[in-house]
């Protein structure tokens, strides 16, 4: 059985830059395990596939190892090969997901808008014992969970010099670690996350950590509008904008391969 392929650069304007996803579209759910083996054949930190579903879609989302409640870079590329490929012209597809509800992106021009559910993360005294010494660096400001640890540090260069252990923070009790630190050159704030227990040591640029890096940032700087910068080593640029329960988080994509794979 042969299946189209797109792999699609998210969060950026440019190839070998943002984030990585495969796009699969399918025209009946294959089963779990073969979703997963296509996934981890990828090796990308996020595989989306789709069917159609009404006027509208189903989509899931796999990194190599497990799937996951929500992804926004995979989901961003995935409306970008709809309305650019199959579907062109197309400003606004709706997504029926699993664990995460209706998703709808819209299209203004090459700017893509996610309408995603706002996750506040709340103070944590007490994070996993290994989490700080897994992370190195200077004792951050802050320490918040939601599904991941939100760990916030006083400079953008302390996000950008850390060294981690990703064997322990494999070990960790939340799905993930993400750091944050106020902005810079005109950025609200700067951003990285780590997933190594889930097959993504660090994964370029997140969408859906913004879900909960929003929140925090709109209520630090008494603002609902941000730009936010996750600086990874390939980095992306997002705009999240705080509306009630949810957070809009707009960026761009470009499209890097097209083909097919066999299974």
């Known amino acids: 059985m042969r ?3 797109y792999q ?3 969060f950026t304007d440019r190839v070998f830059a943002g984030n990585p996803a495969a796009v699969v579209p399918l025209e009946s759910w294959l089963p779990d395990a073969q979703l997963l083996a296509i996934a981890a054949e990828n090796n990308l930190a996020e595989t989306a596939f789709f069917i159609r579903a009404g006027d509208g879609y189903e989509l899931r989302w796999f990194t190599p190892t497990v799937e996951v409640d ?3 870079h995979a989901t961003l590329a995935t409306a970008f090969v709809i309305a650019t490929i199959l579907e062109p012209g197309r400003d606004r597809i709706a997504f029926a997901t699993r664990q995460a509800g209706v998703l709808t992106v819209t299209r203004d021009g090459d700017r893509y808008t996610l309408d995603f559910p706002s996750r506040p993360a709340t103070p944590n005294d007490s994070p996993h014992p290994a989490l700080l010494a897994a992370l190195g660096g200077p004792a951050p400001v802050a320490v918040l969970s939601g599904r991941d640890y939100l760990v916030v540090y006083e400079s953008a260069a302390a996000v950008r010099a850390l ?6 923070l494999s070990g960790l009790d939340l799905f993930a670690v993400c750091v944050t630190a106020p902005g810079e050159d005109g950025v609200d704030f700067v951003s990285r996350m780590f997933a190594p227990a889930q097959g993504i040591p660090e ?23 941000l730009t936010a910068r996750q600086v990874s080593a390939r980095g992306g640029d997002l705009h999240c904008a705080l509306d009630g329960d949810r957070v809009k988080i707009s960026g761009r994509a470009v499209l890097y391969l097209d083909g097919s794979i066999t299974v």
């Open 163 to 168: 060294t981690p252990d990703m064997v322990a």
């Open 8 to 10: 699609v650069d998210a």
């Open 3 to 5: 299946l189209p392929l």
């Open 203 to 225: 994964d370029p640029v997140t969408g859906s950590t913004h879900c909960m890096l929003a929140p925090y940032w709109a209520e630090r700087l008494g603002k609902t509008a």
């Open 70 to 72: 929500l992804c926004g």
